[in-house]
């Protein structure tokens, strides 16, 4: 095995623990406050992080192809 093989095997298995972590934290979140919030609220929470997330990756790809949009 490589080096760049082990290493990106690595960074898979990073990303997969991340993505189970932030998975099973939004379940528990969602748990403990379904009370307070209702289900449209927590939906609209969630696409709202993720957007704030992605803004910075897609924002200047978006500014630069604005003039051939418009």
């Known amino acids: 095995m490589s ?3 082990s290493q990106s095997s690595r960074v898979a298995y990073l990303l997969l623990v991340l993505t189970m972590l932030l998975w099973s934290t939004n379940f528990v979140i969602a748990r403990a ?6 289900p ?3 939906a609209f929470g969630r696409w709202a992080i993720a957007l704030l997330c ?4 897609g924002l ?3 500014a ?3 003039p051939g949009l418009c």
Do not use: E, V, Y
């Open 54 to 57: 992605l803004l910075p990756f």
């Open 40 to 42: 449209f609220g927590l």
């Open 64 to 66: 630069r192809a604005w």
């Open 33 to 38: 406050i379904h009370g307070q919030i209702g």
């Open 3 to 5: 080096r760049s093989s």
């Open 60 to 62: 200047p790809r978006l």
